[in-house]
């Protein structure tokens, strides 16, 4: 009788191990998923503008509309219909109202304000996340206040940050019930919860924008918001180097320290390890941003018809999910749901 030859048996051996019988399935596949992602995970984040009836489109970013307050409303219908858990605001200032102290931003009345008022009132159950952060309503562009020495602009921290505590109450007056604080200054967190506390707001989280960095993703935002044209040098006095991983987990371990409920990582694809190493640190609620950027580039793609839109939609998300955040901001949120929905 023959024996079976060395390479036979070694073929044999190796063949007793069959990944592939977990996958041959649908049922099979949905055994074995390790991670899953659902409408809980999602934050939409939209962009307001002054007046009635306004959907403006923001050329940079297909599908996504600036919206008036009212239109605002329709959209928080939809976020609710579709069990998305919550919308966070970010305003088109007009120039007119954009001065270099951001006044804007303390008017009880101005767009994220009105806006909070009109949603909590029809929409009570829908989480509401308001961006902290003066470069929407100052001239110059920055997140907070400047002063300007030799010929270059310096970004104040703790004037900025006395200028955050009184954003924060405006917003949390109004019915916000997540600040956001994305500046970056050093202090912020512990400043805007005590300030919080003593206000009696005590329920208002805190979802601080922990690792953000100095990225060339955030392109279209800054042009929803206008401010990209008015953005005077740049933003890395204050945020992160991306060559830097463990600057993040001393930023993180930071703002949980002074309070911070939550933690963000922003942008958040090319980030995906720091979304893992916060996690795995601190074990902490951690969130990423997915933000304009990543947007636009998957849209422009689909929309030249070089990927399957959905399908990368979905496989990015998911991506978020393995590196180990518990949810996303993305402007995918309502498109997304729709898919989550009729599986």
């Known amino acids: 009788m ?5 390479v036979a048996e070694s073929h044999r051996l190796d063949l007793a191990h069959r990944p592939r019988r977990n996958r041959k399935a649908e049922w099979a596949r949905r055994l074995v998923s390790e991670h899953v992602l659902s409408t809980n995970d999602l934050i939409w984040p939209l962009f307001l503008v002054e007046g009635e009836k306004k959907r403006i489109p923001v050329a940079a970013m297909p599908g996504v509309d600036r919206l008036s307050v009212d239109e605002a409303l329709r959209a928080a219908e939809q976020a609710a219909k579709l069990d998305i858990p919550a919308i966070a605001f970010f305003p088109y200032t007009e120039p007119h109202l954009k001065d270099e102290q951001g006044s804007e931003a303390y ?5 994220v304000c009105r806006a909070c008022r009109a949603i909590k009132k029809e929409f009570p159950g829908l989480g509401l996340v308001t961006d902290v952060a003066l470069d929407p309503y100052t001239s110059h562009g920055h997140d907070g206040l400047v002063r300007e020495e030799a010929g270059d602009l310096r970004i104040l921290n703790d004037e900025t940050v006395r200028a955050l505590v009184r954003q924060s109450l405006v917003q949390a007056r109004a019915g916000a019930d997540v600040i956001a604080p994305s500046d970056m200054m050093d202090g912020r967190v512990g400043a805007i919860r005590e300030a919080l506390d003593a206000e009696g707001f005590l329920d208002v989280q805190i ?15 800054r042009d929803a918001l206008g ?14 180097d991306p060559a830097n991983s463990d600057e993040a987990l001393r930023e993180v371990a930071l703002d949980l320290e002074e309070g911070a409920d939550m933690v963000m990582v922003k942008p958040g694809m090319p980030y995906l390890d720091i979304v893992r190493r916060v996690k795995d640190e601190f074990g902490a609620p951690t969130f990423a941003y997915q933000v304009s950027g990543e947007y636009s580039m998957i849209m422009a793609a689909a929309n030249n018809g070089w990927i399957d839109g959905d399908k990368a939609m979905m496989e990015s998300l998911i991506a978020f999910k393995r590196a180990g955040a518990d949810g996303v901001l993305t402007y995918f949120a309502p498109r ?8």
Do not use: V
């Open 107 to 111: 008017n009880e009345g101005n767009l």
């Open 227 to 240: 401010s990209k044209g008015a953005l005077k040098g740049d933003k890395r006095t204050y945020q992160m």
């Open 336 to 343: 997304a749901a729709e898919k989550l929905r009729k599986r």
């Open 2 to 6: 023959n024996k079976p030859s060395p």
């Open 207 to 221: 979802m601080a924008y922990s690792a953000k960095y100095a990225s060339a993703f955030y392109g279209p935002f």
